[in-house]
């Protein structure tokens, strides 16, 4: 376990995995559905981490490249899942929510696909409408994962009035004289 405050540190554990001989990178991925949380993993089988039990998609599940600059900017990724059978197709679709969580992080499993240390955390973001390719047996989920700074470029419903603020707070009066702010000439002297 790493001792740094800082959530992204890498512990020698994982540090060690970096530069050993053979490298087994894991991702593994919480997303926050309607009824439930969902965890899984691009291993094959159960993975129990921090009591939450991964189920293993092995190659069925795919990450986008992680990306990120030295710019501020809002990049997002995609989680893929492919070989749903097309009868649950229906139920997969009704539990994704736009808004709700999705973390992804990043771990090392040794031979025995244990894991080797706490996994980093990655990426996490809010999910997005999903989109489908469907064939007659299987179908594709893909999942926009954004970035929880594209939030900021969202323009906000409210306004600074009185009858907004009432419409939301029926008792405070605290914009009762703003409308009078708009054309009041103020002297600084």
Do not use: C
Request: charged share 15%; no cysteine; net charge negative.
């Amino acid at each position: 376990m790493s001792t740094s405050t800082n959530d992204r540190a890498v512990s020698a554990a994982n540090a060690g995995q970096l530069t050993a001989t053979l490298v087994r990178p894991v991702f593994l991925v919480s997303l926050a559905f309607a009824n439930e949380t969902v965890y899984a993993w691009t291993g094959v089988g159960n993975l129990v981490w921090e009591g939450n039990t991964y189920l293993g998609v092995g190659q069925l599940g795919n990450v986008s490249p992680i990306v990120e600059g030295s710019e501020v900017s809002a990049q997002g990724i995609t989680l893929t899942l492919s070989g749903i059978p097309a009868n649950l197709l229906s139920d997969s679709l009704t539990e994704i929510q736009a808004g709700n969580l999705a973390q992804v992080y990043l771990g090392f499993v040794d031979q025995n696909g244990v894991l080797v240390d706490d996994p980093i955390p990655a990426f996490i973001g809010l999910l997005d409408q999903p989109t489908i390719d469907a064939s007659t047996d299987t179908a594709t989920i893909a999942i926009t994962v954004e970035n929880r700074m594209s939030d900021m470029n969202r323009a906000r419903g409210g306004r600074y009035t009185d009858q907004d603020q009432r419409s939301r707070y029926p008792n405070d009066g605290s914009l009762k004289y703003v409308h009078f702010l708009q054309d009041s000439r103020i002297g600084w002297n």
